[in-house]
């Protein structure tokens, strides 16, 4: 067997981070995991995640566990009254499932820009729609291990974030 005196590579700038992780919200109602899954796999401060939750990595390494609460403030925000509005109910004429809690992305016309926005209620004539973040004004308990922390490859590096279809052989 041989002894390696070589330190974990830890997080840091434009690390491919590979970590399991449980997301709860501030009453203990579980939001995401990665629980039966992959792990997931990011670039470090290339803006895949949270800043806040970046800023809380910074340094871990393999094998690390690391439990971080973030607040709204520094999460997805507070949500906005003006983030809400009521649409006619026939542009949502090409959607056959149409129900409260769908996420559906609209695009502007005018500009060709689009976004998520959440259906938060159906009426008569028109359909309530939310695009806040679904996150935005929730305490978010983030519960981590760092599986794997590694250099990019230089695709990675040229693309600006990790792959996850052929990671590079150990």
Known sequence: MIESDATPMVIDDNAVV????????????LLDSSQGQLPLVYM???????????????GRAKGDSVDVVIYPEDGYGY????????????????????????????????????????????????VVVDTNHP?????????????????PTSGELAQGFASTTNPPAK
């Open 18 to 29: 590979s970590m399991s992780y449980r997301l709860e919200n501030g009453a203990g109602e």
């Open 135 to 151: 996150l935005a004004g929730q305490v978010l308990h983030f519960s981590i291990v760092i599986v794997d922390v590694r250099a």
């Open 44 to 58: 470090h401060n290339s803006n895949a995640i949270l800043a806040t939750l970046e800023r809380e990595l910074t």
């Open 79 to 126: 949500a906005k009254e003006e983030l809400v509005q009521e649409l006619p109910k026939e542009r949502f004429s090409d959607i056959s499932d149409l129900a409260v809690g769908l996420r559906v992305k609209a695009t502007n016309k005018e500009n060709s820009e689009s976004e998520m926005m959440t259906v938060t209620d159906i009426r008569e004539d028109t």
